[in-house]
């Protein structure tokens, strides 16, 4: 395994974030990848859009509601390889009106 980011974000009512994992050293794939991530939700109402180098893995959908962070393997529902030099995205957006909490781990295994 290259790597594992594990991130929880709270988002504010009305509110969105471009990019969950921004600012990671793993942000930008640094050599052929098989990418792994688990994406949950506090609450219901959010939405998130994954997306690796130009695959878009998920189309803007809900995410799993859970209180705790994605457990290994029953959370990790989306899966891609990825190229040197793609970037993972994971956008989410909070159209309710309180703050949810989106939890995510990504994991980067080197498929070289």
């Avoid at 998920?58 to 290994?72: A, I, N, Q, R």
Wanted: hydrophobic residues 40%; glycine residues 10%.
């Amino acid at each position: 395994m290259i790597g594992v980011i594990q991130k929880e974000t709270s988002v504010a009512a009305a509110g969105s974030n471009d990019n969950l994992v921004s600012g990671s050293a793993f942000e930008y794939l640094r050599a052929p990848s098989l990418v792994s991530i688990g994406l949950v939700a506090s609450a219901t109402g959010g939405f998130a859009t994954i997306q690796i180098g130009p695959t878009i893995l998920l189309e803007e959908s809900p995410p799993t509601v859970k209180t705790s962070m994605p457990v290994v393997p029953d959370d990790f529902l989306y899966q891609a390889y990825g190229a040197p030099g793609d970037r993972l995205v994971i956008r989410v957006r909070n159209p309710t009106g309180g703050a949810i909490t989106f939890r995510t781990v990504v994991q980067v295994t080197d498929a070289g």
